[in-house]
């Protein structure tokens, strides 16, 4: 193929993209000067994703509220580990298989504190 040839077609490219970008423009320039339009564009893109991704509530809405509400409630339920050490280090992980070999360097990963440490 010659390279006139080539460089017609990428000019016709090239054109073709300026063309839609022109238009792409002046949609936009016309979107902004109309809030109707603009509030019926996000109206519809709103129902778009309701239907996307809506679906039924999961909570329960409760008419009498909370009775009782500590502190502790907030804090996940899960199996931990609990290791002191024989130089008086008390540390605690989530893992329930510990290698041996592995403890020494949890203690520096997981902030561990002596105790009776003042």
Do not use: H
């Not at 519809?44 to 994703?49: A, F, R, V």
């Not at 500590?70 to 130089?87: K, Q």
């Amino acid at each position: 193929m010659p390279l006139r040839r080539l460089a017609g077609l990428e000019r016709k490219k090239i054109l073709d993209e300026l063309a839609e970008l022109l238009k792409t423009i002046s949609y936009l320039e016309d979107l902004l000067g109309n809030n109707s339009r603009v509030l019926a564009l996000i109206k519809q893109e709103t129902n778009e994703l309701k239907d996307k991704f809506g679906d039924e509530r999961r909570t329960e809405i409760n008419q009498e509220g909370i009775k009782e509400f500590r502190e502790e409630d907030l804090i996940p339920m899960r199996e931990m580990a609990v290791i002191l050490s024989n130089a008086g280090l008390l540390s605690g992980c989530r893992r329930i298989f510990i290698k041996r070999s592995t403890a020494a360097v949890k203690k520096y990963r997981y902030g561990y504190q002596r105790r009776n440490a003042s």
